[in-house]
């Protein structure tokens, strides 16, 4: 995939026969990456079995270069050959040119985040345009056998990614009914199945490849696996959390392991393939968009691999604060080696806490390891996190208030939304003053105490606002249903003073002043009841032969009554 100019990395790959197999991507100036399976045999007469390396050679047609560049031939390199597996995993080769072309294409490869829905550009050879043509599609998040692939979702119209990198490699296709979906293997998966490629890659790593340094036999907290793996789960709510691992012990092991089980490019393996978890279909439980090792870093360096992972190409000079101001991706952000940073205190105000001012209401949740539990930057971070937490309950308590005044003169009775929020920032000010003196008397179980506090607080105002929704939610049913029953009114009964005075007396009732809802709900009743007697008193009045068929309780119907001067 690239946006602009003549993309010399396009290749096509030809058997002897001349038959097109499929796209490759030209690496440097002896190298074609591709999709193994279009190296496969093709027909049963063809040598080889189902899934062993090619002997035979192909023929590369350069078609991303000048015209008049001759074909090439190429094989699979030793030790590059990486078929599909039963759940189509893998499913890589490089093949090695036999002649090195005029000119190297470089970096070609970049590592990309794909939790954003990016635009980007798809080069192919489908079976009704062997020149091969381009498509657009939008990043549309993991997908694919053990969340290895990136699904596409067709995009015809509009801008691609600024970038002249290739992203990935299209390995499969699905097209019906209107739509078109495709998924690709992205650099990072191909990383792991291919080292090879590394050379030609750029972009920095999602993962630091200090997680996956071998630090020697450690016993790995299963129980902190599973805390981990809960904190940082899909649907998981937005929180930031601190951990205190030392390097070497059995919860640091479980860090690296969880760090490790959710990159495409450092995963485990196992006997040289794919470890067997996660399954096939399923994403990688715990997922981490970006795990870094912050120690011996700057707050530069850590805000700036922070600020161009939420967006490739970025100013340089723009601030991270600035980045989280916006609308930020959905980010598991994972901190290692906090105390450890070149200035810890720094980090934690200019990196830490813009982030954790974002968490609440959005797809983001914040981990920062610790390595000394004495480390004095460990309660400063503390303070910091549960201030913004403190931010968060102050906020959804506003909401719920400015919430509760709008229901409260429709529905009734509605009680009124705590405030914890003034008693919460007292105790924070009394920790902070204790955090500035001297001494030794222990901070943390008073954060973490006011911490508890703070998310009882938060969970309470939000699910004070679900609560008054839920009443307007139960009285526009309400309403529903009136319409519903009066649209269903035989039109003999339409003008029936009775039907009339009831319907009124509970329109009234829910579309002025606050709504008494078990009051009105027996109004609503009432009407049907009457509704239905009136109809069953007609139709014994009438002879059998002339009686129309049954009306039953006619129920809501969709719309409401728009009448002029009604409270909403």
């Known amino acids: 995939m690239s946006h602009s100019g003549r993309a010399e990395w396009r290749a096509c790959i030809r058997d002897d026969r001349a038959g097109i197999r499929g796209a490759g991507i030209v690496l440097g100036d002896r190298h074609v990456l591709t999709c193994a399976h279009i190296l496969l045999p093709a027909t049963h007469d063809e040598p080889g079995g189902a899934h062993s390396r090619p002997s035979r050679d192909f023929e590369v047609e350069l078609v991303g270069h000048r015209p008049g560049v001759p074909a090439v031939r190429a094989g699979v390199v030793d030790g590059c050959w990486k078929p599909p597996q039963d759940d189509q995993r893998a499913d890589l080769a490089l093949?090695?040119?036999?002649?090195?072309?005029?000119?190297?294409?470089?970096?070609?490869?970049?590592?990309?985040?794909?939790?954003?829905r990016r635009a980007v550009r798809m080069f192919g050879f489908p079976a009704t345009v062997p020149t091969g043509l381009w498509a657009r599609a939008r990043l549309a998040g993991d997908g694919g056998p053990g969340g290895e692939w990136i699904q596409l979702d067709s995009e015809p119209t509009g801008p691609a990614v600024e970038?002249?990198?290739?992203?990935?490699?299209?390995?499969?296709?699905?097209?019906?009914?209107?739509?078109?979906?495709?998924?690709?293997?992205?650099?990072?998966?191909?990383?792991?199945?291919?080292p090879r490629v590394r050379e030609w890659v750029s972009g920095d790593s999602a993962v630091d490849a200090s997680f996956a340094a071998p630090v020697g036999p450690a016993v790995t907290d299963e129980t902190v696996v599973r805390q981990l793996t809960d904190f940082l789960a899909p649907g998981a709510p937005p929180d930031s959390r601190i951990i205190v691992t030392a390097p070497g012990s059995a919860a640091h092991a479980a860090l690296r392991d969880v760090v490790l089980r959710s990159s495409r490019e450092f995963r485990p393996t196992d006997r040289g393939g794919p470890a067997p978890a996660p399954a096939a279909g399923e994403s990688p439980a715990g997922r981490i968009d970006l795990?870094?090792?912050?120690?011996?870093?700057?707050?530069?360096e850590v805000s700036g691999r922070i600020v161009n992972w939420m967006s490739v190409g970025a100013d340089p000079e723009k601030s991270l604060a600035d980045s989280m101001a916006g609308e930020p991706p959905p980010m598991n952000l994972v901190l290692d080696g906090?105390?450890?940073?070149?200035?810890?205190?720094?980090?934690?105000?200019?990196?830490?806490?813009?982030?954790?001012d974002r968490v609440a209401g959005r797809d983001l949740r914040l981990l920062l390891v610790f390595h000394d539990d004495h480390a004095p930057s460990l309660g400063y971070a503390a303070l910091e996190l549960l201030a913004a937490r403190v931010a968060d309950v102050r906020a959804a308590e506003q909401a719920a208030r400015e919430r509760y005044a709008y229901v409260a003169g429709r529905v009734g009775p509605v009680p009124a939304p705590s405030s914890h929020e003034p008693g919460l920032r007292l105790r924070l000010t009394a920790l902070?003053?204790?955090?500035?003196?001297?001494?030794?008397?222990?901070?943390?179980?008073?954060?973490?105490?006011?911490?508890?506090?703070?998310?009882?607080?938060?969970?309470?105002?939000?699910?004070?606002?679900?609560?008054?929704?839920?009443?307007?939610?139960?009285?526009?049913?309400?309403?529903?249903?009136?319409?519903?029953?009066r649209a269903g009114v035989p039109a003999p009964l339409r003008e029936d003073r009775e039907l009339t005075g009831l319907y009124r007396e509970a329109h009234e009732a829910l579309w002025h002043g606050p709504a008494d809802l078990a009051a009105c709900a027996v109004l609503v009743?009432?009407?049907?009841?009457?509704?239905?007697?009136?109809?069953?008193?007609?139709?014994?009045?009438?002879?059998?032969?002339?009686?129309?068929?049954?009306?039953?309780?006619p129920g809501p119907r969709d719309g409401r009554d728009e009448r002029p001067g009604a409270v909403r």
């Open 432 to 485: 902070r003053a204790a955090a500035a003196r001297p001494g030794d008397t222990p901070l943390l179980p008073g954060i973490e105490s006011c911490r508890r506090k703070a998310d009882r607080a938060l969970d309470a105002a939000r699910q004070a606002r679900r609560q008054m929704e839920a009443l307007l939610d139960d009285r526009d049913r309400l309403r529903d249903r009136l319409d519903g029953y």
């Open 338 to 356: 906090v105390d450890r940073a070149a200035d810890p205190a720094a980090l934690v105000a200019e990196v830490v806490r813009p982030i954790a």
């Open 95 to 116: 093949l090695g040119l036999a002649e090195a072309l005029p000119s190297d294409t470089g970096p070609v490869l970049r590592r990309l985040p794909s939790g954003a």
């Open 525 to 553: 009743d009432r009407y049907a009841a009457v509704i239905r007697r009136r109809v069953a008193e007609a139709e014994d009045r009438r002879p059998d032969d002339r009686r129309p068929a049954e009306v039953d309780d």
């Open 291 to 300: 795990a870094l090792d912050v120690s011996g870093r700057t707050v530069d």
């Open 163 to 194: 970038t002249d990198h290739v992203l990935g490699i299209v390995v499969s296709y699905l097209a019906g009914r209107g739509t078109a979906l495709s998924w690709m293997i992205p650099v990072e998966t191909i990383i792991r199945y291919l």
